[in-house]
């Protein structure tokens, strides 16, 4: 019933909407990456430095990679690290967030000045020396995500949690004998997860916002071709001063593309899980 | 108790708690920075006294220093006394001068382009942000708030290797990188500065483009938050200027959610610095992480990650007691 009615959303929300359509066209190209793909993106298919030809639509790099080839795989490794990452900061920050909210007291008091703690540190370059000291890596990568990425999710999560707890009708469950797995069932979680599905799209555009500046500083995935990588190697092999916008811009237009393209369907969650936001 | 006497004492109870958590978070960077090179395997020695060009008595004297061959407790107190002190080891990169000799020499050229960059974004930003909400769904509105959008989504280093490509590749505008032209010797301070700028427009465009994004959309909802209040309502009925009503009366009492918005923008400043100064060669501290993690020189890692923690901590103390002067709100929390 929730799916048809954001269906029908959809189909008010234009914006929305373009959001779903680039979010289902790029997991389309990462699933059937190896079908598509005129190449392997990690063989030497043809002479570096190659200008876009009919062999190599997007030409090749300095190896000799085809780039068309690591584009279309690169989505794999974007939507991967966004949308784990995302989960992670998201799992930590409703466990924190409830934790503190029910607890209260000295608990709560605890969590929220390590969620303060951890806002005050500049995240990018907490997550570039985290991921430094561990080895780049996706999963270091996802985990230094969810390390870091976590606190304003607590935070929105207790603070739900404490304006329910002083609400009439929870007070009256509990009067009325209510324990607390029952009011966390009925009362917290209904609640709850409209609030938080907007939040964890948004939050993926942040976690591939994120994998993709560690890939530029060479903190990227050796292993796993990726966007943020390809610009790396475009940038360190001076791929701008030779002319080479063939390696530059789509890489870039990839990362921006998906970007909106959470960030609209995460807008248009909001609004149609929160009518406040309809304007 | 007199009224000043009670604002007094709110401020200081609230002065304390805004330093004790001052303390607590300088002592939390402190040990993220001493714990973190000791979770590797190897010997700490191994990452903080090392570099190709180290000689042994250097070394030795850089295990003494930081106890690198005693117990972890001892190792502890004694890079606590050392960060006091300013001591932060020696850089394996840019040997044989010292991290923090390193730091402070690429700190002026950071807060020279954030400095500016910040503040032109943030007035842009909030003053778009308030004629986009008082005029909702014009073309301004439409066409600002799809521009924060798209520059949300968008890499800030991307964006920064098209400008360098536009205009300083095919248009050859603007120097390619750096802060200064290399090798010139300069005839005065004026042409030293003129060659400051230069090379600083690209750089400074791209931070401000990517910053104008927070400042707006919050300025655009407390705006239109705000319209519909019946004292902006009042305002604009008794026929005063409408820059008055947005500036003076509609975006005054809006700190309270600034100064968390403060704590999370500064780290996103810090990024976009990070970023910008890689892409443009600037000689400042987010490029210096950037070598740092390129070269593995684990004593500049730790170094600049101290310094620019620290600085973006001690930045929220300050934008904390300010607001907190100026809105008895805050304090009394």
């Known amino acids: 019933m929730e ?44 002479p570096p430095y190659a200008s876009p030809n009919k062999q190599h639509l997007l030409g090749t790099d300095d190896i000799g990679h085809d780039i068309l080839s690591q584009l279309i795989y690169g989505s794999r490794t974007s939507l991967l690290v966004g949308t784990l990452g995302a989960l992670g900061c998201v799992s930590v920050g409703i466990l924190i967030g409830l934790v503190a909210g029910f607890a209260g007291g000295v608990i709560d008091e605890i969590l929220m000045r390590l969620t303060d703690i951890v806002l005050v540190i500049p995240y990018i370059v907490f997550v570039i020396v985290l991921v430094a000291y561990l080895g780049p890596s996706v999963w270091n990568i996802i985990l230094s995500i969810t390390v870091l990425g976590w606190p304003s999710i607590a935070r929105m999560v207790r603070s739900y949690v404490m304006s329910l707890k002083t609400s009439l009708y929870v007070e009256a469950a509990i009067s009325l004998g209510a324990g607390r797995s029952y009011i966390m069932r009925y009362h917290i979680f209904p609640g709850l997860i409209p609030l938080i599905i907007p939040v964890y ?18 903190l990227g995935d050796p292993t796993k071709v990726s966007w943020g990588l390809l610009l790396y190697y ?35 969650l909001e609004e149609y899980f929160n009518p406040r936001f309809r304007k | 108790m007199s009224q000043t006497a009670k604002i007094a004492t709110s401020f200081s109870r609230y002065l304390t708690k805004r330093i004790i958590f001052l303390i607590v978070t300088f002592f939390i960077i402190i040990s993220i920075n001493f714990f973190l090179p000791r ?54 990169k840019y040997y044989p001068e010292t991290v923090w000799h390193v730091i402070m020499t ?33 073309a301004l509105d439409l066409s600002t708030t799809s521009f924060a959008f798209l520059m949300r989504s968008m890499p800030i280093f991307w964006l920064g290797m098209v400008m360098l490509y536009v205009f300083g590749v095919e248009l050859g505008w603007f120097p390619l990188s750096g802060a200064l032209t290399p090798g010139v010797i300069y005839t005065s301070k004026l042409a030293m500065l003129k060659d400051l700028f230069r090379h600083s427009v690209l750089p400074m465009i791209t931070i401000i483009l990517f910053l104008i ?16 209040e019946p004292y902006i309502q009042t305002a604009l009925a008794k026929g005063l200027p409408l820059r008055d009503v947005i500036f003076k009366h509609a975006l005054r009492p809006v700190s309270l959610p600034l100064s968390t918005y403060t704590a999370i923008l500064l780290g996103y400043v810090v990024g976009g610095a990070v970023f910008t100064e890689t892409v443009f060669d600037w000689p400042g501290v987010g490029k210096l992480i950037y070598e740092a993690v390129m070269r593995r020189d684990y004593p500049l890692i730790q170094g600049t990650f101290f310094i620019i923690a620290v600085s973006v901590l001690l930045a929220n103390f300050i934008v904390d007691l300010v607001y907190a002067f100026l809105d008895p709100r805050v304090r009394l929390q």
Do not use: C
């Open chain 1, 3 to 46: 799916i048809k009615g954001f269906l029908t959303f959809l189909r008010y929300n234009k914006l929305a909407l373009t959001g779903t359509v680039i979010i289902a066209i790029l997991s389309i190209i990462a699933i059937t990456a190896p079908y598509i793909t005129p190449y392997n993106p990690t063989a030497i298919t043809g």
């Open chain 1, 234 to 268: 475009a940038q360190i092999r001076g791929a701008f001063v030779r002319g080479m916008w063939w390696w530059v811009i789509p890489p870039g237009l990839m990362i921006t593309i998906t970007g909106l393209g959470f960030l609209l369907l995460g807008t248009g």
């Open chain 2, 213 to 228: 994004g927070p400042p707006f959309l919050l300025a655009r909802s407390l705006v239109s938050d705000a319209l519909t």
């Open chain 1, 201 to 218: 799209v948004l939050t993926i555009v942040d976690s591939i916002l994120t994998e993709a500046g560690l890939s530029f500083l060479g």
């Open chain 2, 39 to 92: 979770l590797m395997p190897g010997t700490p020695a191994d990452y903080l006294a090392r570099g190709p060009m180290l000689t042994t008595q250097e070394r030795l004297k850089l295990i003494r220093e930081f106890g690198l061959d005693k117990p972890l407790w001892e190792q502890y107190l004694l890079y606590i006394k050392n960060i006091l002190h300013g001591n932060l080891g020696l850089s394996y």
């Open chain 2, 106 to 138: 690429r700190m002026p050229y950071t807060l020279f382009l954030l400095g500016i960059s910040y503040t032109i974004a943030t007035i842009i930003g909030i003053v778009l942000g308030a004629y986009a909400a008082w005029r909702r769904n014009s």
